[in-house]
């Protein structure tokens, strides 16, 4: 993939999390051949102030919620936050894989989003 393909999607997907409603989203290269991490952080866009340190923590979970489902090569749908008084609709991580004609995966992103239920979670990450 050229670079002038990654910044094409990037814009996509901004445009996408905006539809989502996402609260974050975290775009990573998936390189099965790495040496240690096969996963390549592209993007990953927070608006808010959060230091360097929430920031590369974020990145982590995200990194934790990721994996499982390239090793499975299946998107997800996981509550990562739920309810509370102040929120009372719980946080979801949507994970949708990237796959090249053949089918392997080679790329992945994922948005945080709130959602009633699991079953509102899912109906979401259909529409990826």
């Not at 990953?44 to 974020?58: I, N, T």
Request: aromatic share 8%; hydrophobic share 45%; glycine share 4%.
């Amino acid at each position: 993939m050229k670079f002038d393909d990654v910044r094409k999607h990037r814009g996509r997907l901004t445009r996408v999390a905006v539809d989502l409603g996402a609260t974050e989203l975290a775009v990573f290269w998936y390189v099965p051949d790495a040496s240690n991490d096969p996963l390549y952080l592209l993007d990953h866009v927070r608006p808010d102030d959060s230091d360097e340190a929430v920031r590369r923590a974020a990145i982590n979970s995200f990194r934790d919620l990721i994996t499982p489902c390239v090793e499975q090569k299946r998107d997800g749908a996981f509550e990562v936050v739920p309810t509370s008084p102040a929120h009372p609709e719980p946080q979801y991580c949507l994970v949708k894989l990237a796959r090249t004609s053949a089918g392997e995966v080679v790329g992945v992103a994922a948005f945080i989003v709130r959602r009633a239920d699991q079953a509102g979670a899912l109906a979401s990450l259909a529409t990826l």
